[in-house]
């Protein structure tokens, strides 16, 4: 039987991974879940308290082909707060293509020994190839249309420190599903921890694959997020896009960006998210991401630290145990 958030009876201790790398939340058990929120939770409570220097000693190279403000600067601060050493490596994603230049970095990263590698790219599975290739431990911090483990993990736990639970909470995800890789890996984790997840997009930006994924589907805001208790905007990511996929970004906020008007139709208690960057006026207007009695975004941020705290203290913790066993 699957494990709800409810029964969870875990202490906040340090979590040991299946995996000595975190590469998505598919597959990932239940159980890794709820142990991953709750040492977050322990970390987000403790945010501007000293807390146990358990990455002391380690190095935390930051290995970047996308550019990114808050997802690096979120996990330097987790590695700094847990006694880390952080290097910051940012690639301009255009100049470098992937394959045989991506592992070449690697190796050369790989001769200098650090513990956890964090990593963004825009190819879909370049973590997993990196994680072939070197010994340090690796995070996914986000390929190409896949996965954002991370970004998943600090959405669920906002929700569930907000909520007091995930099961049962019915969440609209929104907008540009075919290239987010946030929305990939919330299907995986929200849905996996029992709440009903739906996917509210123009056809064009859903995944030819989507018949596949188990979710429900809606092509209206009004029907999608109609008594929805979060409802999560998406950004149209445009660097990912051929060109054809929207109306213009007016038309598009007609039908599909969140505003006062469209919100009635959720829960009368519903609340915001967005993982950011916010195109205002595109998929979310200004007056409601700014509502700081409905939007979550800001809460997303800070626990986005919980989490990577979380996330790195347990693949130093799972790296440790497998050199001794
Ligand atoms: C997301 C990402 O990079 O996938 N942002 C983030 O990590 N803060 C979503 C996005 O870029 O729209």
Redesign the pocket.
């Known amino acids: 039987m699957a494990m709800t958030t409810s029964q969870t009876d875990t202490p906040a201790s340090a979590v040991t991974l299946p995996s000595h790398h975190l590469l998505g939340i598919e597959g990932m058990d239940v159980l890794t879940m709820h142990r991953l929120l709750d040492r977050a939770s322990y970390f987000a409570d403790n945010l501007t308290n000293d807390v146990e220097q358990t990455l002391k000693g380690q190095t935390i190279v930051n290995l970047f082909f996308e550019n990114?403000t808050?997802?690096r600067v979120s996990f330097e601060v987790a590695a700094k707060k847990l006694g880390a050493s952080v290097l910051n490596i940012s690639v301009a994603g255009s100049s470098v293509k992937k394959g045989e230049t991506l592992v070449d970095t690697a190796t050369t990263l790989n001769a200098m020994h650090p513990d956890i590698l964090v990593v963004r790219h825009h190819a879909s599975g370049a973590p997993q190839l990196l994680a072939q290739h070197i010994d340090a431990a690796i995070i996914n911090a986000?390929d190409g249309r896949h996965e954002?483990p991370t970004?998943a993990l600090l959405d669920a736990l906002t929700i569930k420190r907000r909520f007091g639970k995930i099961e049962g909470l019915r969440i609209a995800i929104c907008g540009d599903i075919t290239n987010s890789?946030?929305a990939r890996s919330n299907l995986y984790l929200l849905g996996g921890l029992g709440a009903e997840v739906r996917f509210v997009s123009p056809s064009t930006l859903l995944p030819p694959a989507i018949g596949d994924m188990g979710v429900a589907v809606y092509h209206d805001m009004a029907e999608g997020i109609k008594d929805c208790d979060i409802v999560m905007m998406?950004?149209l990511?445009t660097e990912r896009m051929e060109g054809r996929e929207t109306p213009s970004q007016h038309e598009y906020f007609n039908l599909f960006g969140l505003d006062s008007d469209k919100l009635e139709a959720a829960a009368p208690k519903a609340m915001i998210m967005h993982?950011?960057?916010m195109n205002r006026g595109v998929e979310i207007d200004s007056e409601i991401a700014d509502d700081h009695e409905r939007s979550l975004i800001h809460k997303q941020v800070e626990m986005g630290v919980a989490i990577r705290m979380a996330c790195l203290e347990a693949l130093a913790v799972t790296a440790a145990q497998k050199r001794s066993a």
């Open positions: 990114s808050r997802t986000g954002h970004q890789r946030v998406l950004r990511q993982p950011g960057p």
